[in-house]
């Protein structure tokens, strides 16, 4: 038996906790990624961590307007997804394009090179691979989840203007 819709209220209600959760978590995760980007002295992550704070401070501006009653807040919650998608694209393209090999400490120098070899490799087209795996890992995780977001703000939108209007 299927269940019946959730009334307007609810789904209003529903829409503004996960935006609150998404939104706060996008903010703080990207506050403190460029924080420790700038720390490094890598600019261009930095930039990548301040624009991906902008998308959660997006959302949550969205949250904020619906709260008030505002329908244009659904607006905003929608555009964060594909901005901060792009955020996350254009991080993975760096990621790619401005490869550095990080520091190998002496204990763990024997296996790496020994992994490496028996992948027919030199330590840093082992690292270049893994560092090029992790990019689309990310890329495609990214791509769902954002996906994801974006679709059940859509869906919920109806709902949520019924719900404002009421």
């Given at each position: 038996?299927?269940?019946?819709?959730?009334?307007?209220?609810?789904?209003l209600?529903?829409?503004?906790?996960?935006a609150?959760?998404?939104?706060?978590?996008?903010?703080?995760?990207g506050?403190?990624?460029?924080v420790?980007?700038?720390?490094?002295?890598?600019?261009r992550?930095?930039?990548?961590?301040?624009?991906?704070?902008?998308a959660?401070?997006?959302?949550?501006?969205?949250?904020?307007?619906?709260?008030r009653?505002?329908?244009?807040?659904a607006?905003?919650?929608?555009?964060?997804?594909?901005?901060?998608?792009?955020?996350?694209?254009?991080?993975?393209?760096l990621?790619?394009?401005h490869?550095?090999?990080p520091?190998?400490?002496?204990?763990?120098?024997?296996?790496?090179?020994?992994?490496?070899?028996?992948?027919g490799m030199?330590v840093?087209?082992?690292?270049?691979?893994?560092?090029?795996?992790?990019?689309?890992?990310?890329?495609?995780?990214a791509?769902?989840?954002?996906?994801w977001?974006?679709?059940?703000?859509?869906r919920?939108?109806?709902?949520?203007e019924?719900?404002?209007?009421?």
């Amino acid at each position: 038996m299927q269940q019946p819709p959730l009334l307007p209220e609810e789904t209003l209600a529903r829409v503004l906790r996960l935006a609150k959760l998404d939104g706060t978590s996008v903010l703080v995760l990207g506050a403190m990624f460029a924080v420790m980007a700038a720390a490094g002295g890598e600019a261009r992550f930095a930039i990548i961590g301040l624009l991906a704070a902008a998308a959660g401070s997006i959302e949550l501006h969205g949250a904020a307007l619906l709260r008030r009653g505002e329908t244009r807040g659904a607006h905003w919650l929608i555009a964060s997804q594909p901005f901060l998608l792009a955020v996350i694209y254009a991080y993975c393209v760096l990621r790619l394009t401005h490869f550095e090999m990080p520091p190998i400490p002496e204990r763990f120098r024997d296996a790496l090179n020994l992994s490496a070899q028996q992948l027919g490799m030199t330590v840093e087209e082992y690292f270049r691979m893994v560092n090029r795996l992790t990019a689309q890992v990310v890329a495609v995780a990214a791509t769902f989840y954002q996906g994801w977001m974006l679709w059940y703000y859509l869906r919920r939108r109806r709902a949520v203007e019924q719900a404002l209007a009421e």
